[in-house]
């Protein structure tokens, strides 16, 4: 059973249950890190928590909401050990695991609905990372990362 963290700030709130019972569904144990309701918040503080659990090792994944996604990942992927990456369709998800190996998606409570939201992180959580090539890749990734500590 892998161990999710997810996070929000009130634009992402509305995703929030549907991924939380998705992920369950999935077999997933989900670390609830907040926002607990609609009232504005800050989305770096959600981004920074659910990317420190996950770069920690506490949890294995992470999802993070906010209006679009972007702000969000911005905020995850200042942590080291991050790969956090936008989705809005079930492709791109499949990919950013397969090719990436993306520890965390973000997802944008403006940009795509709760049904959306669901298939994406189905699509994610089930995918598998292929290696091979692409770890050539992410092997330059965490070089760039270690150069600009």
Same mark, same amino acid.
């Given at each position: 059973?892998?161990?999710?963290?997810?996070?929000?700030?009130?634009?992402?709130? /509305?995703?929030?249950?549907?991924?939380?019972?998705? *992920?369950?569904?999935?077999?997933?144990?989900?670390?609830? *890190?907040?926002?607990?309701?609609?009232?504005?918040?800050?989305?770096?503080?959600?981004?920074?928590?659910?990317?420190?659990?996950?770069?920690?090792?506490?949890?294995?994944? #992470?999802?993070?909401?906010?209006?679009?996604? $972007?702000?969000?990942?911005?905020?995850?992927?200042?942590?080291?050990? $991050?790969?956090?990456?936008? /989705?809005?369709?079930?492709?791109?998800?499949?990919?950013?695991?397969?090719?990436?190996?993306?520890n965390?998606?973000a997802?944008?409570?403006?940009?795509?609905t709760?049904?959306?939201?669901?298939?994406?992180?189905?699509?994610?959580?089930t995918?598998?990372?292929?290696? #091979?090539?692409?770890?050539?890749?992410?092997?330059?990734?965490t070089?760039?990362?270690?150069?600009?500590?």
């Amino acid at each position: 059973m892998k161990k999710v963290a997810i996070g929000c700030d009130h634009g992402g709130f /509305v995703l929030k249950e549907r991924v939380v019972s998705t *992920l369950k569904r999935l077999g997933a144990e989900v670390v609830d *890190l907040g926002c607990y309701d609609q009232n504005s918040v800050d989305y770096p503080e959600y981004g920074k928590k659910v990317a420190v659990e996950v770069a920690s090792g506490r949890c294995d994944l #992470g999802v993070v909401m906010c209006g679009t996604g $972007i702000g969000i990942s911005i905020a995850a992927n200042k942590v080291r050990g $991050i790969r956090a990456a936008v /989705v809005t369709n079930t492709y791109m998800a499949k990919l950013t695991k397969n090719h990436n190996n993306a520890n965390i998606i973000a997802l944008g409570g403006r940009v795509i609905t709760p049904d959306e939201a669901e298939a994406i992180v189905e699509a994610w959580y089930t995918a598998e990372y292929e290696g #091979g090539r692409h770890q050539r890749r992410l092997d330059m990734i965490t070089a760039i990362e270690e150069e600009n500590r």
